[in-house]
């Protein structure tokens, strides 16, 4: 009789801190040391855009990336929207998910599941499944995942410790400068292993993985598409404003890398300067149409055009919280997460805080 599945849980102490990216990187590291892995989110945080269903974005893109099968999917048991907190703050009382949540983790495949937690320790608390109360209900250990700011990460990482005690098996500290990842390797992990917190990894910063696709983008700022809708996959590292003289903002796009480029639908010498340079799209605002000769040359080299009816400033507002807000759904950040893993993970030291054996034949080169 096969043994039922180990679980654990992979939470964060802020949004956005890297978890989706962390569970893929994990996913494959296990894999090549031949665990058998299954994945579930039991609260949904990004919900769908197609209508013919309720599956979370973050399940179907991972789901899909992996390759599970039915059988290695957990259920996710509601999406976080305003309907739903609605409907629990209303509820005489409040519906305990606690059961639902142990009823739906049984009797499935997969040797260990990577359950996705929520974006903090309290998120969730309404319908008892903050991260707390998740691993109290299925006894799992907990991996948690932390962006880097400053040496002030110990605060967040103190606190969950007292949350969580012995469950806290491991922390990966993520998005490090690279000029700071000798300081956190020489002060802050040695400090975190005395108050018997174990720092599984530290990965450093990159700006692949802080990049947001052009499609992206689009959606955000419901912009219109002029040119190369076949270019939508570009990733974009950085924000510049053409608000300038077209010799001064010429010194600022020869200075950037991979930069998307807001300025007026009027500004042609500004937009075709930009087009000569690491430019992998040109947003317009104020709902101006570019001259032909402009969207002539953008369609040669392969750069699209987005028109916005916003402003400047709207418009950059958006983007830049967009920088803050990036989603793991593009296939070259799932290689550049799975490297990351591989150099700056230490997956010898889980599996064994785990009592799982790799597979005799070792990881897959």
């Not at 924000?239 to 200075?255: D, E, P, Q």
């Amino acid at each position: 009789m096969p043994r039922p599945p180990k679980h654990v849980l992979i939470g964060s102490t802020e949004a956005y801190s890297g978890k989706s990216g962390t569970i893929l990187g994990l996913a494959f590291a296990l894999r090549d040391h031949g665990i058998d892995i299954a994945y579930g989110k039991p609260m949904g945080t990004c919900p769908s855009e197609s209508t013919d269903d309720l599956v979370d974005e973050d399940v179907r893109f991972i789901a899909q990336t992996l390759e599970l099968s039915e059988s290695h999917i957990r259920p996710t048991l509601f999406s976080l929207d305003e309907a739903t907190l609605e409907r629990q703050l209303t509820a005489a009382p409040p519906v305990d998910y606690r059961q639902q949540l142990s009823e739906s983790l049984d009797g499935k495949a997969g040797e260990l599941v990577l359950l996705e937690g929520p974006g903090t320790l309290t998120e969730g608390t309404l319908f008892h499944l903050s991260l707390p109360q998740l691993a109290e209900t299925i006894d799992a250990p907990v991996i948690l995942v932390t962006r880097f700011h400053s040496a002030l990460v110990v605060d967040g990482l103190l606190a969950a410790k007292r949350q969580l005690g012995d469950r806290l098996i491991g922390v990966i500290i993520n998005d490090v400068p690279l000029n700071r990842v000798g300081r956190v390797t020489d002060s802050v992990q040695p400090f975190l292993e005395r108050q018997g917190i174990p720092v599984l990894g530290i990965l450093p910063s990159t700006a692949l993985m802080r990049s947001i696709s052009v499609g992206e983008l689009v959606q955000r700022l419901d912009a219109e598409v002029l040119c190369c809708p076949d270019r939508m996959d570009l990733m974009v590292e950085s924000l510049t404003i053409g608000a300038m003289n077209v010799n001064s903002a010429l010194k600022y796009f020869r200075k950037a890398t991979n930069m998307a480029v807001v300025t007026g639908g009027d500004r042609a010498d500004i937009q075709l300067a930009a087009l000569e340079t690491s430019t992998q799209c040109l947003i317009l605002t104020g709902h101006l149409p570019p001259l032909p000769q402009v969207l002539s040359r953008a369609t040669d080299i392969g750069v699209p055009m987005l028109s916005v009816d916003l402003d400047t400033l709207t418009t950059v507002e958006i983007v830049d919280k967009a920088f803050g807000q990036v989603r793991l759904h593009e296939p070259i950040k799932v290689q550049c997460i799975r490297h990351l893993m591989g150099q700056h993970f230490d997956i010898a030291r889980l599996l064994k805080a785990l009592n799982l054996s790799p597979a005799l034949s070792g990881p897959a080169s």
